[in-house]
């Protein structure tokens, strides 16, 4: 049927059948008949016209021969046709002919191929030139195209189911090339219906050649019927797709029908086959314009699934290895390889596309960026990244690396995804290796921490999925991340590093060569990143496997160059190296059948030993290096799991060198002559007088201090082994944890060591120390500094036992420190220059910073004795975190409260101290363990016993100043781990202090580690804030709400107020964490906010982040009342802030709450418990800090400036001279300046983010904005104004520069509201105008009275300010221009005045020489067509003298 259906359509007047079985019969008996045709056809008028034309026929496999150019043929040919006498029958006959000629196949094949040159004797130009075949001359002829086309297309189906001949030659391909090209077509749409009616019927090869010539053949008339025509095809038959979309893409089409096609093409985008997809994808991006690019392209991104394409393949792959391989070539579903193939075509199809269009690569970035759900994101959007950056454009690499960033930062583009991608696409990924590491070098060097770790997932991914040139890439990408001497990008290099070490051993030991390069750079790495740089080498070279075992030599000799240095940085080097390379080769291993024991082969048992050895004996000379020594050792046994015998080895002779080295029996006197009196203190076992035990200190100090002066020793003779005071913290530490290792954590064999005493000297000398020798002073210090590290030692080792009477000796070593500390500030004051001994022997001694003048007497309420000015100064150690910089100032006067009554008798007497912050680097480091002691209850001091440190209670708890201390620590801890939103950048140079002095211990965890230790202790931090607010709830509730009541104890109630504040700060710290914004740890703030939440109220459901957040807002609102300081009100401000980020969708609730909570702490007077006012430079950022928020949360930022200025400030200028504001009881003469300065800068910022007008702006909208820049004018020319009552310099220059700004910002966003409203609200402009004109004229009184005083401070800012003076007259003018007033503008000169309005006498007598001034007056008229009402508006503008 479909045969009958097609002949049909070619042949009108014969019955196609007949046509076709004729054709058959003639084929069948080709034999019989061929001579009989020769003969009929050798005088046929064919032949013979072509002959006398010049074409000569030949038969066999003989190409026609031609002998006259083409043109010329094809014009006698015409010519003889159209000049014969049967003319036009003979075209019939003609065609006849050649019908009969072509039955015989070969002559067909003949008069397809091209011709040849006749071969004459004489060879011109045309000879040798290219000759069309005979089929093609004629269809160059217009009265025989359209009958040879019928006879083509009459022939072809003869061919349609023969292959190629044995020459190769495709007959229908010839047949459909005949057609490409022709100068000029006759019938342009039959023949489009013809070979559209032929692919109907052809088979797919045959239409696959016919649709993808369509282009070639058709003139552009026809291009959009042919569309629509393939369009119709695509949807019937997706095998067809790449040949149409071929076509379609070379066709000349009209947008409207290239958007329709593009649309039909998406619609089957998810049935075509994976190998035409390339095809599918180059015609949709080629077809779009620049109009619909993003909607096109959001739209190819939904449904490219690329993860579908490839993963099938992947698992036929796997399973067609199973078979033998023809049956894997024979299956018809895609190889591995053919589908990344496929996608490799596809990237390069985006590529190009990207490349080519900045349309498109725009779009795809804006379609990625669009996605706001991880679950969204797919592997095509990273490729495309990848792509994006690949390309040359700046602009396409920027917003590559932009996006990635901010989608990284998000949480958006997860390691999930980017492992997906590798697995699926390593193969097409390898092309973009060089664009991957570029962002992944990108990522690492960004000062935002939530994007570093990405970039490291790139670089692991990278050298797993590449080969070895991309694995040697990574390396040495990563070692110069490793050298750059940036601290952040440092210690992820060196994690890295470590990384893949650990995982893929093998691989790495092909690099060992580069990683031992960051040798060379030593110099500028840190204690903790030397630890890990060898901790990686002693893994390549000394791990189980000994991959990088050709390294080994190089290592010992590095190490023993570094051990025998006399430069203490090189020994210190060599120690921590040596040690790490202990814990490489030492570490417990399968049982090897050569060791004895342990689990080591003799050999490196044998190495390690002398490693061992070679460590003590270089370090025995230098105090600092065995203590380095013992510290190293100690963090090895906390880390890393030893062999047997070498642990047994490192711990055999700890226990007897302690107690031979530093701990004696206590008899009933001391024998010695020492500086003071020698004393037993701080006995926590006086029970058990018989047999007791004391540290040996005061002595070991005498004999340390002998050796250092005596200096008679010859330089040659080998000195003997000393022991010093500053290794007993660090050998009791190695000995406290070679006991938990060998017993499992049980310190019974130590535990005498808690309560033991010291021998020491009777603290009473301290009354003393103004009166001593330096000698006397400096030995007094340093005896309680190391006093205070043992106790902080002994927290460290025991803070974990369980027993409640190991707890009580804990707590009560934490309050012997604390006043120790107390004891040691007063000493410190009068010891000006002193050098405290080393605590922390991994950095150079040189790095800590002591302040030059330590001494800071006479500050009475600033720096009294005690505890609490540590806890000012830790609070106000770190510049960028706004809650510190205010920190105690106001309330500060505040000591200890005593342990003992005659202690509290000599506190008395300390009248001044110095700050223990800048010491602290020079204290034993907390563990992040002893912070359990905070879960010990908050005892106030009236409830103690006066004998407490001597006395057992049943309940273990805490005072206050223990409460301060472990919080001050915590906070430390918590500030320098737990990185919020950007992390630092490395300064241009380089501090004088090291950051990380002191926190060697907590860098061995990571800001995951020690945040989820802050969330354990939530519950226990909690209770003290609730504890907190219990006793000032108490106190105001018993003194009915006055806070500086009689009755009141000062410094207990300092020590609360400090401990309530310093709970904010840790809170605040803990949840400001930049780490939550990362999705794993989404579970670890939601149970945070889940602990805050619960003290609330308990819920049994599950509540989502959005719910917790409002849960633990509404927990926290609640302590407002009892916040006793402006810092506590500001730190609990800030939390709130932090917290209300993590609600989603309640933005405006929470900022209404906070505008309420601010503004309630705005009007409230705050008062020491002293009875004083607070006040001081702190206390005025405080407030500026807090005024800011309570103006960025406003709704109405104009309303609450004119609230300010309009009532609280007249109210101030009415009140006496040291009164407040009624209203605004924080507002004062001295604060003015802070209220001016935050109200003026949040005007100018507000009046910029009012929308710019626009012409087509309606009426109401332009009211609206009217009526706001009238608000804002209205409350500029009052702050102005308030000028003329407080006109000191430091408001004179807020005034002059945000008063620039502010006018700047009028001419930008204002004048053209004025320009389009004029007209319509005249009466609103002027009155604005006359307003503005008042305020303006002040800034040019300022701007006398600046050059009068002659101060640079001042005048720096009148010429701008002049400036934009200027231009706002003339901008008026242009203004009143446009709208047809000009005549209402007129000038006139303008005198300079001060600020109280008299003229400048000193410019009198120059008055002739001035410029002319300027000023305007605008007159508004308004003119009706029936009448003349005119309304009269005078506006004065003013311009100062510019030559001035």
């Not at 642990?647 to 029996?665: M, N, P, T």
């Not at 003015?1232 to 300065?1237: G, N, R, S, T």
């Amino acid at each position: 049927m479909m045969r009958k259906k097609k002949r049909s359509s070619i042949t009108v007047d014969e019955d196609p059948t007949l046509d076709i079985s004729k054709a058959k019969k003639t084929k069948s008996s080709g034999r019989s008949t061929k001579s009989s045709v020769q003969n009929s056809c050798q005088d046929s008028v064919f032949v013979q016209f072509l002959k006398e034309s010049g074409v000569t026929l030949t038969s066999g496999s003989t190409a026609n021969e031609i002998t006259v150019d083409q043109v010329i043929f094809q014009k006698r040919l015409q010519q003889r046709l159209r000049k014969n006498p049967r003319f036009p029958n003979i075209i019939q006959e003609f065609i006849s002919a050649l019908e009969t000629y072509i039955e015989e196949p070969e002559r067909f094949r003949n008069c397809l191929l091209p011709c040849v040159p006749a071969h004459t004797s004489q060879q011109d130009t045309n000879s040798s030139s290219y000759q069309e075949s005979l089929v093609r001359l004629l269809l160059g002829i217009e009265m025989l195209q359209t009958l040879v086309i019928n006879t083509l297309f009459e022939k072809l189906p003869e061919f349609m189911f023969e292959g190629a001949s044995e020459d190769g030659l495709n007959v229908p391909r010839l047949i459909v090339n005949q057609l490409k090209w022709l100068d000029r077509i006759v019938d342009g749409k039959d023949l489009s219906s013809k070979l559209m009616q032929m692919v109907s019927v052809a088979p797919v090869e045959i239409q696959r050649d016919i649709i993808t010539s369509l282009p070639e053949i058709l003139e552009d008339s026809q291009h959009g019927d042919m569309a629509k025509e393939l369009n119709g095809l695509l949807q019937q038959n997706t095998q067809l797709a790449v040949p149409i979309l071929d076509a379609l893409s070379s066709l000349n089409l009209s947008y409207a029908l290239l958007s329709e096609v593009r649309e039909a093409v998406m619609g089957t985008l998810s049935a075509v086959q994976l190998e035409d997809l390339p095809v599918v994808v180059k015609f949709v991006l080629h077809s779009i314009s620049a109009s619909d690019a993003n909607e096109v392209v959001c739209d190819l991104r939904k449904k490219l699934e690329l993860e579908q394409c490839v993963l099938p393949a992947v698992l036929q792959a796997s399973q067609s290895r199973m078979k033998n391989k023809t049956m894997s070539r024979s299956s018809s579903v895609p190889s591995c390889s053919s589908g990344q193939d496929s996608v490799a075509l596809i990237l390069d199809v985006i590529k190009s596309a990207i490349r080519f269009q900045k349309t498109i690569s725009e779009a795809w970035l804006k379609a990625i960026e669009n996605v706001d759900e991880s679950e969204d994101h797919k592997v095509v959007d990273l490729l495309v990244l990848f792509i994006l950056h690949s390309t040359n454009a700046n602009h396409s690499r920027r917003g590559a690396e932009r996006v990635l960033k901010v989608k990284v930062r998000k949480g958006l583009i997860q390691e999930s995804l980017l492992q997906k991608t590798f697995k699926g696409h390593a193969q097409v990924m390898r092309g973009y290796f060089p664009s991957i590491l570029a962002l992944a070098q990108g990522l690492l060097r960004s000062p935002d921490c939530c994007v570093v770790p990405f970039g490291g997932h790139m670089y692991k991914q990278a050298f797993t999925a590449f080969d070895s040139y991309c694995q040697q890439e990574v390396v040495g990408s990563l070692v110069t991340h490793a050298c750059s001497g940036v601290s952040g990008e440092v210690d992820v290099a060196l994690e890295l590093l470590c990384e893949l070490v650990s995982q893929k051993p093998a691989e790495m030991s092909q690099f060992t060569v580069f990683v031992k390069g960051i040798l060379d750079y030593m110099d500028n790495l840190t204690s903790q990143q030397i630890r890990r740089l060898f901790h990686l080498l002693s893994r390549l070279a000394f791990g189980q496997e000994q991959h990088g075992g050709h390294i080994q030599d190089d290592m010992h000799i590095v190490i023993r160059k570094q051990l025998s240095s006399t430069v203490p940085k090189y020994k210190r080097i060599g120690i921590i190296g040596a040690v790490m390379m202990v814990g490489s080769m030492g570490a417990c291993r399968n049982k090897h059948d050569g060791s004895q024991g342990g689990t080591l082969p003799k050999e490196t048992n044998r190495q390690v030993m002398a490693l061992l050895e070679l460590v003590r004996s270089c370090s025995e000379s230098s105090p600092e290096a065995a203590a380095l020594c013992y510290d190293e050792l100690a963090n090895l046994l906390q880390t890393c799991k030893l062999d047997p015998l070498v642990q047994a080895w490192i711990g055999k002779s700890v226990l007897e060198d302690f107690q031979d080295d530093f701990v004696v029996d206590l008899g009933p006197d001391i024998s010695g002559e020492f500086m003071f009196q020698s004393s037993v203190l701080y006995n926590l076992d006086e029970d058990e007088s018989e047999g007791g035990i004391a540290i040996n200190l005061l002595p070991l100090m005498a004999q340390d201090q002998q050796h250092k002066t005596d200096a008679s020793q010859p330089a040659g003779v080998k000195r003997e082994r000393r022991v010093s005071p500053l290794c007993l913290s660090p050998f009791f530490r190695l000995l406290r944890l070679c006991e938990e290792v060998q017993h499992e954590g049980d310190l019974e064999e130590i535990d005498a060591l808690l309560g033991c005493p010291l021998i020491l000297t009777d603290m009473e000398v301290v009354e003393k120390v103004d009166s001593m020798s330096k000698s006397e002073r400096e030995f007094l210090c340093s005896l309680l500094f190391h006093t205070i590290n043992w106790f902080r030692e002994v927290v460290n080792a025991f803070c974990r036992q369980n027993d409640p009477e190991m707890k009580m000796k804990v707590v009560t070593r934490i309050q012997n420190i604390t006043y120790l500390q107390s004891l040691l500030q007063r000493c410190l004051a009068a010891t000006p220059g002193y050098i405290p001994p080393q605590a922390n022997f991994d950095g150079d001694s040189a790095d800590v910073m002591i302040p030059s003048s330590v001494v800071q007497s006479k500050k009475g309420k600033k720096e009294s004795s005690g505890k609490k000015r540590k806890a000012s100064a830790s609070k106000n150690s770190s510049g960028d975190k706004s809650q510190l910089e205010g920190a105690t100032d106001a309330e500060e006067s505040q000591p200890d409260p005593p342990e003992k009554e005659n202690e509290k008798e000599k506190e008395k007497d300390g009248k001044s101290g110095v700050s223990l912050f800048s010491y602290w680097p020079f204290f034993r480091e907390l563990d992040v363990e002893a912070l359990s002691v905070l879960q010990c209850g908050l005892l106030s001091r009236t409830l103690l016993d006066t004998e407490l440190h001597s006395k057992l209670r049943e309940e273990v708890q805490l005072g206050p100043a223990e409460l301060l201390f472990l919080l001050e620590d915590m906070w430390r801890k918590l500030d320098f781990s737990l990185t919020s939103a950007p992390a630092k950048k490395a300064p241009f140079l380089k501090s004088k202090t090291d950051r990380a002095v002191g926190f060697a211990h907590l860098q061995q965890k990571n800001s995951k580690e020690i945040a989820t230790c802050c969330s354990d202790l939530l519950p226990t931090l909690c209770t003290h804030l609730e504890n907190c607010h219990n006793h000032f709830q108490t106190l105001l509730t018993e003194n009915q709400g006055v806070v500086d009541a009689p009755n009141v104890d000062v410094k207990e109630n300092q020590l609360m107020c400090s401990a309530y504040q310093l709970l904010l700060q840790v809170l605040h710290t803990t949840f400001s964490w930049a780490g939550f914004s990362i999705p794993e740890n989404r579970a670890l703030l939601k149970s945070s906010l889940g602990i805050l939440a619960g003290r609330l109220k308990e819920e049994e459901t599950e509540l989502t982040l959005d719910q917790l957040s409002r849960h633990a807002f509404e927990y926290l609102q609640n302590f407002r009342s009892t916040v006793p300081s402006l810092n506590t009100a500001l730190c609990l401000t800030q939390l709130l802030i932090v917290l209300s980020q993590y609600g989603g969708s309640n933005h405006r609730t929470y900022r209404e709450q906070i505008t309420s909570l601010t503004k309630h702490f705005l009007c409230q007077e705050w008062v020491t418990a002293s009875g004083e006012k607070e006040r001081g430079n702190k206390y005025n950022e405080t407030l500026q800090t807090l005024l800011s928020v309570y103006l960025e949360h406003t709704d109405d930022v104009l309303k609450a400036v004119e609230e300010i200025a309009g009532e609280g400030v007249p109210e101030l200028l009415n009140a006496a001279k040291d009164a407040n504001s009624r209203s605004w009881p924080t507002l004062n003469r001295q604060t003015f300046l802070v209220y001016y300065k935050c109200m003026m800068s949040e005007l100018e910022r507000a009046v910029r983010k009012i929308p710019a007008s626009k012409q087509m702006d309606n009426q109401e909208m332009q009211s609206e904005k009217l009526l706001t820049w009238n608000l804002a004018v209205r409350d500029f020319h009052i702050l102005i104004n308030l000028v003329k009552m407080f006109d000191s310099r430091p408001v004179l220059t807020v005034c002059l520069k945000y008063g620039r700004l502010f006018l700047e910002s009028f001419l930008k966003l204002g004048m053209p509201l004025l320009d389009y409203s004029f007209k319509k609200h005249k009466e609103d402009v002027q009155g604005l105008l006359k307003t503005f004109q008042l305020s303006t004229r002040q800034l040019h009184h300022m701007c006398g009275h600046s050059k009068i005083r002659q101060d640079t401070g001042l005048t720096n800012h009148v010429p701008a300010l002049k400036k934009s003076l200027e231009q706002f007259v003339y901008r008026v003018k242009a203004m009143l221009t446009l709208n047809h007033c000009q005549e209402a503008f007129w000038l006139g000169n303008l005198k300079n005045r001060d600020l109280k309005g008299e003229e400048i006498l000193s410019q009198r007598s120059q008055a002739a020489d001035e410029e002319e001034e300027e000023s305007s007056q605008v007159q508004s008229e308004a003119e009706e067509s029936d009448s003349d009402e005119r309304n009269d508006g005078q506006e004065e503008m003013e311009e100062s003298d510019e030559s001035d």
